[in-house]
């Protein structure tokens, strides 16, 4: 595993430095997607913002990346591995310290924006590459650290970030990043090399403005969907022009001899089969994100920092068995992971349904740890699996289209869980005598949260049923 020739110079390709520059980026990148969530009420207050306004600290960041996760297969034809790798560590870099001196909202948004830039050009990027100079039966493996990567860094953020604002301020959790993120790119200089094989395709200006649209206007429709309602004219408008633009947009791939987005990936069972497991999983970790915390700072009355530790051990133990998954996909393949991890996510988030304002922390870090190990069954394996069907050319590809639909289907689940929560929340509220009571607050977003998580238990039943359609590739 330590080198490999490349195919079209013979260039001696280090592998393990190659992963190691895209590990260590892509969990600053990752961590600092999520490190201001716990900073949302201080920024509220210092910088005179209301909370519609200071959640697109969050929507902005995955709206950019909805955005640009489409185009990242075009890119990576047009550009050399090293210089997509250092353009996403530069615009992460430059956001980081926009963000950090931010003498207002706006100009933090912008800095925001500009980190999302790097992370949306970087995770595709790593993806691709892990495809290209690691051999299929080690996949599972190579995917296994990467998995440890993206599920460890924003499992740690928000108590990382809650234990700055508490001993500094929120500038902090910015500026702590600037040094991390110097560092990978100076490290990345010396050991990132060019894999990729640059066909140059004709841009097709108008699959770019659809496929903006489209992806973009879903993540945003549904992003401001849980405040403003389903049935404000604004939100049905923006899904509804997104909707008609991405159906647009893949009738003209399907036309274009060199598309900007290659849908043929959908005709490979396994890749789309796939696809739609990590998609639905996805959508569960994103609303479950949300409702969490929440419950735990409004129904048990537990502080950010401590809400954030709480949830700390399910991401450390999701990463740290991510590579052990991978192991075993290498192994036997994908079926011996993704049925027992959607049995173990049902059963899970059953319970998790089943909480009130007296269920202990120690059962809710129980029942996020088992959570978690069920996902760690089903993301990596999935998507490596599907992935693994595909042809070398279709690699680009199938990681942007994968990239992409996580983010759409993260706001998704997200606006989902928000607005089943409101409602029966407010249910609630209209049976009790003080609806404004301490008591009847708690206990009426508990049930709000038990009945979201109904929409977790749904998703993981679709995903059980598709598990067991998935048979492992012919190269695993």
Known sequence: MSTIAYEQDKTVIRPVPILISFLIAGFIGLFSETALNMALGNLMSELDVVSSTVQWITTGYLLTMGILIPVSALLIQWFSTRQ??????????IGAIVSGIAPSFS???LGRIIQAIGTGLLIPLMFHTALIIFPVHKRGTIMGLIGLVMMTAPAVGPATSGLIIELLSWNWILWLLIPFLVFSLVYGLAYVQNVSVLSKPKIDVLSILLSTVGFGGIVYGFSIAGEKGWGNLL??????????????????QFKLDKPMLDLRTLKYPKYTLGLLSVSATFMIILSTMILLPLYLQIGLGLTALTAGLVLMPGGIINGALSPIAGRIFDKFGSKWLLTPGFIIMIITLWNLSNVTTETSIA???????????????????????????????????????????LQVSGSIGTALAITIMSASQNSFLENVADPSAPSAVSSSLTAGVQTAFILGIVLA???????????????T
């Open 107 to 109: 100009v933090l948004l």
């Open 84 to 93: 997509l790798f250092v353009a996403s560590l530069l615009f992460s870099i």
């Open 363 to 405: 059962m809710v870090i129980f029942l996020h740890s088992s959570l978690m190990i069920g996902v760690t069954l089903i993301m990596m394996p999935a998507q490596t699996n599907g992935l693994n069907e595909l042809p070398r050319e279709l690699y680009a590809d199938g990681t942007a289209l994968i990239n992409t639909l």
């Open 461 to 475: 039943i679709s995903g059980l049923i598709m598990s067991f359609f998935i048979k492992s590739s012919k190269n």
């Open 235 to 252: 939100v049905i408008s923006t899904i509804i022009i997104a909707l008609i633009s991405l159906i647009i947009f893949s009738l003209r």
